[in-house]
């Protein structure tokens, strides 16, 4: 079965610095990976995902994550963060036909400092 | 369209009653799941759907129950509320499998005393 590690639970970045949240992931085949964020009161939205390809990928927002076989990572990366990215992330695996079956990580709460 | 719409957004129940949480969405989508929110695990799966009349089991299924008898519909009803179901379920829906690309409704924050 695969998982999903979201080792930072905090992080406080100011405003205009760079950002790096880290994701690893645990499945034995090409996984399927994806950034949701999520802020207060709401539901989550898709920020980018990686199906095959070009290993990095950019989403909205100005966010882009590079996915690295070799240490089975996906981490996710935004050059200048602004006040409104605070939120929370999530880090996310699913696998072929199982778009609906998707495999969360715990998430990683941004803060960001003005 | 609406997206993916739940009701109701709050709900307190005493433990051994039994309530149904509504999901419909608007955008045709075939598969649809419901995850549940709690500190310091994520999302965990309960139940998803790959199309109407066709249900399975996620993660943490036990004191749930799914039906999908229609596409736009998905609600997931608690048979006998317990205090370790509270928390905030999500339900979302996505167009196919190769897509990836959930959509959530805002959630339903749900309470068992």
């Known amino acids: 079965a695969q998982s999903v590690t979201q080792p930072d639970i905090h992080i406080t970045v100011s405003e205009g610095a760079s950002l790096e ?4 992931y645990s499945y034995g085949a090409t996984p399927y990976l994806f950034w949701y964020v999520q802020s207060p009161g709401q539901g989550l939205q898709l920020l980018l995902k990686y199906f095959s390809g070009d290993t990095l990928v950019q989403g909205i927002k100005g966010f882009e994550a590079e996915f690295k076989r070799s240490q089975s990572s996906f981490n996710l990366r ?3 963060v602004h006040w409104s990215d605070a939120a929370e992330y999530f880090c996310a695996v699913g696998t072929t036909g199982t778009a609906s079956k998707l495999t969360f990580g715990t998430g990683t709460r941004l803060q960001v400092t003005l | 369209n609406a997206g993916v719409t739940q009701t109701p957004k709050f709900q307190v129940l005493k433990t051994g009653q039994s309530m149904t949480l509504q999901c419909a969405q608007d955008m045709n989508h075939e598969y649809m799941s419901w995850y549940r929110q709690d500190p310091g695990m994520g999302l965990r799966l309960i139940h998803y759907s790959v199309g109407a009349g066709i249900t399975d089991q996620g993660e943490v299924p036990n004191g749930y129950n799914v039906s999908r008898s229609t ?15 509270t928390s905030v379920y999500f339900c979302a829906s996505v167009q196919r499998w190769n897509t990836g690309e959930l959509f959530f409704g805002e ?3 749900l309470t068992v005393l």
């Open chain 2, 71 to 85: 596409t736009e519909d998905f609600p997931l009803r608690l048979l006998s509320a317990a205090p370790s179901q």
């Open chain 1, 21 to 24: 949240l880290r994701c690893n």
């Open chain 2, 107 to 109: 959630g339903s924050r």
């Open chain 1, 78 to 80: 935004k050059p200048s």
